[in-house]
């Protein structure tokens, strides 16, 4: 057994070839370069190279596992993805892109030959050690789509702390709700800050004072 060590760069995969498609005939050298495998399997659609699937056999289960987990360190730097976050969403959060990454999954034989392929007989390396399904061990884990959704939920928590804060704030006297606690208003003396305060007044009831 000879893996693919974590170089980073997935070489195997990374060969170029010229794209035979005559829709671009026209186009430069550069830009009708593709992988050669989607050359060949045109339709794959998934982020990334084709997945490789890794069976092991031959020793107890112990050192089985052990062989699959010796893979899954050697080869990280091929499968892992590269990490990504959005600056402007001021957190530590962040997900894995695959455009350049090779899916592994992994087994036993003895599993493969009790489940079938598509028994939950598959770790992807990235994921939990849970054991999937082929299909459910092909979708990356960290991806783009489980962050949005996570920033989403934050976004929305967040604001329904605001709402709830501004509730606190209502004015003693005509009830109004601010939309925020500190506000700019035009007084005697000029422009000047009003912070409303729980019990406190808004601006037009304190002005009519
Ligand atoms: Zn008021």
Do not use: K
């Given at each position: 057994?000879?893996?693919?060590?974590?170089?980073?760069?997935?070489?195997?995969?990374?060969?170029?070839?010229?794209?035979?498609?005559?829709?671009?005939?026209?186009?430069?050298?550069?830009?009708?370069?593709?992988?050669?495998?989607?050359?060949?399997?045109?339709?794959?659609?998934?982020?990334?190279?084709?997945?490789?699937?890794?069976?092991?056999?031959?020793?107890?289960?112990?050192?089985?596992?052990?062989?699959?987990?010796?893979?899954?360190?050697?080869?990280?730097?091929?499968?892992?993805?590269?990490?990504?976050?959005?600056?402007?969403?001021?957190?530590?959060?962040?997900?894995?892109?695959?455009?350049?990454?090779?899916?592994?999954?992994?087994?036993?034989?003895e599993l493969l030959a009790e489940y079938g392929p598509m028994g939950p007989v598959w770790w992807r390396y990235g994921r939990d050690e849970a054991r999937y399904s082929l299909l459910d061990a092909l979708e990356s884990p960290d991806t783009r789509e489980a962050y949005d959704e996570r920033q989403e939920a934050g976004e929305e928590k967040a604001r329904q702390v605001h709402r709830e804060l501004m509730r606190t704030l209502a004015c003693a006297d005509c009830g109004n709700v601010p939309t925020q606690e500190s506000t700019l208003e035009y007084g005697p003396q000029g422009r000047q800050g009003w912070t409303r305060c729980p019990g406190g007044r808004c601006w037009s009831c304190h002005e009519k004072e």
């Open positions: 057994m000879s893996p693919v060590t974590g170089t980073g760069r997935n070489t195997a995969f990374c060969t170029r070839v010229r794209d035979n498609d005559p829709a671009l005939a026209d186009r430069e050298p550069a830009d009708r370069a593709v992988y050669w495998w989607r050359r060949t399997w045109p339709g794959h659609t998934r982020a990334g190279h084709p997945p490789v699937a890794l069976v092991v056999t031959d020793a107890g289960p112990v050192a089985l596992a052990n062989r699959q987990q010796a893979v899954a360190d050697l080869s990280a730097g091929c499968w892992r993805g590269r990490w990504c976050r959005e600056v402007r969403d001021y957190n530590d959060d962040g997900w894995r892109e695959y455009d350049d990454a090779v899916p592994v999954i992994t087994t036993t034989l």
